[in-house]
């Protein structure tokens, strides 16, 4: 199965759900049942709509927050048409195939019964996909899914298509961004929409020129607050720190990502002004050049010394670490510097900062962890930690897999304590009862800080520091009061 097929169907179980709750800031009902997976909408050809005046079916004031673009700026602030709300609604994702010629604002709005601006809002956030050619549906797709495919994808079909001349079905359908809600959409194109983007409201709460800690004419090193995500998530690529950083600094050209850190960690982050630099930092990953130091608060003591484990090569949290060898799984090795005994965070500033207990009961004592962080894999310094049973602080998404496996040691099927299974069946069914210990990713902030980063290029030494972590921060002067 092509690549974009196997992306499509691990996104079908999102379209099997009952009907949901429109959002608050709607006014109107959206449509009470989702689409199925290739929805097709016979339509005629529509005039091109302007998104200058207000839907009619906003309220004043939800139209009147728009702002108008500067114009002496060259990247202009986007005003917020909608609130963004506390937390996320339900995930929702449509899919379509449209069979006339079609401006996406218009097909989207009618299709889904959206206001025009909701859907402009979609697509400024990312959060609409196209490809050429619709995906291969999964093996389990329902038959007239499967009839809509070979309709739109007859040979005869194809070729009366210039779009994709030159172009094997393969490479058609490869999905790309709708970047303009005016944007023209060609008969037999496929749509993917994500109704409900995941939200980040922490980005409207920082003062974000706090955060900076230092502009070049290359970069620019950012102290990430926790609850934020450095490039923006699948679905919502407005509400990231490149965006607010760049704006904060009144850049023209926004900042680009070089390397990331978790949505749930905090500290030092690079990001670079040019292309180029990109490049330049990207390779100096790759030489292993760049020296992370990191803290950790966890919930026990850990001994100094090099850590090792191998992570299951799997692109999917919960991240599976083992200690023994395994062929394919990727190498993890951090340094313990130095771990001290530090005061438990109190319950004012769990709460100021939205600390998640996760079930773990408080005790009079934490453990800060500095860490050369020698390789650097999704959720390393987490799932590592969790696995030698000294957990990060407010980590949900590992610390319940860590009680669990104090409570039954032959529980992690990777463990020390493992059993040894008669099948490769039963190994699988372990693992998979193993994942389920695990909870949800953290969506505030767990004990874990990119304290230092610094890397040798060109001669020179580059080396930066993070703010305090918030665990050493009086909670008076926490900048969530």
């Not at 929409?193 to 409201?201: E, G, L, Q, S, W």
């Not at 992690?412 to 493992?418: E, H, K, S, W």
Request: hydrophobic share 35%; proline share 8%.
């Amino acid at each position: 199965m092509p690549k974009a097929a196997a992306s499509f169907a691990s996104l079908l179980p999102h379209l099997r759900h009952r009907p949901i709750t429109p959002p608050p800031f709607l006014h109107r009902v959206l449509s009470s049942s989702s689409s199925p997976l290739l929805t097709t909408h016979h339509l005629r050809r529509r005039r091109r709509r302007t998104l200058l005046s207000p839907a009619p079916s906003l309220s004043t004031s939800a139209a009147a927050a728009t702002v108008e673009a500067p114009e002496t700026t060259g990247y202009p602030v986007y005003g917020r048409l909608l609130p963004c709300p506390p937390q996320d609604d339900p995930p929702r994702i449509e899919h379509f195939v449209v069979r006339e010629d079609e401006v996406a604002v218009d097909f989207i709005s009618r299709s889904l019964s959206l206001p025009p601006l909701y859907v402009a809002d979609l697509i400024k956030f990312g959060a609409v996909y196209y490809a050429l050619v619709a995906p291969q549906p999964p093996p389990y797709a329902a038959p007239e899914h499967v009839r809509i495919f070979r309709e739109v994808t007859e040979p005869s079909v194809l070729r009366r298509r210039a779009s994709i001349k030159g172009k094997t079905v393969r490479e058609a359908q490869k999905t790309f961004r709708v970047a303009d809600p005016n944007q023209l959409l060609e008969a037999g194109t496929y749509l993917r929409v994500h109704v409900h983007p995941k939200r980040f409201p922490r980005c409207y709460e920082i003062d974000w020129k706090s955060r900076v800690i230092a502009v070049t004419d290359n970069y620019v090193v950012l102290d990430k607050p926790a609850a934020t995500s450095v490039g923006g998530a699948t679905d919502n690529i407005e509400e990231s720190c490149v965006v607010f950083t760049s704006r904060a600094l009144g850049l023209e050209t926004p900042l680009m990502t070089t390397h990331q850190i978790d949505n749930c960690s905090e500290g030092c982050v690079v990001l670079s002004k040019t292309k180029e630099f990109c490049s330049v930092f990207h390779g100096i990953i790759r030489e292993k050049q760049v020296k992370k130091i990191y803290l950790a608060l966890t919930t026990a003591p850990v001994s100094t010394g090099i850590i090792t484990h191998y992570m299951r090569p799997i692109n999917r949290a919960p991240r599976l670490v083992s200690e023994d060898h395994i062929k394919g799984w990727y190498l993890c090795q951090m340094e313990i510097l130095d771990c001290k005994k530090v005061p438990w965070p109190s319950s004012l500033i769990r709460k100021v900062h939205r600390v998640d207990n996760c079930g773990w009961p408080q005790q009079e004592a934490a453990y800060e962890c500095k860490i050369n962080l020698l390789t650097g894999k999704t959720h390393q310094i987490r799932a590592q930690l969790a696995a030698i049973g000294t957990p990060i602080v407010g980590d949900s998404a590992y610390m319940t897999a860590a009680m669990a496996a104090m409570a039954n040691p032959s529980i992690n099927p990777f463990g020390r304590g493992r059993l040894n299974y008669d099948s490769e069946d039963e190994k699988a069914a372990a693992v998979e009862a193993w994942i389920s210990c695990h909870g949800k990713e953290p969506k505030s902030v767990i004990g874990l800080k990119a304290s230092e980063i610094s890397w040798d290029y060109e001669g020179e030494h580059h080396s930066y520091k993070a703010g305090v972590p918030w665990w050493r921060q009086d909670a008076v002067e926490s900048d969530l009061i």
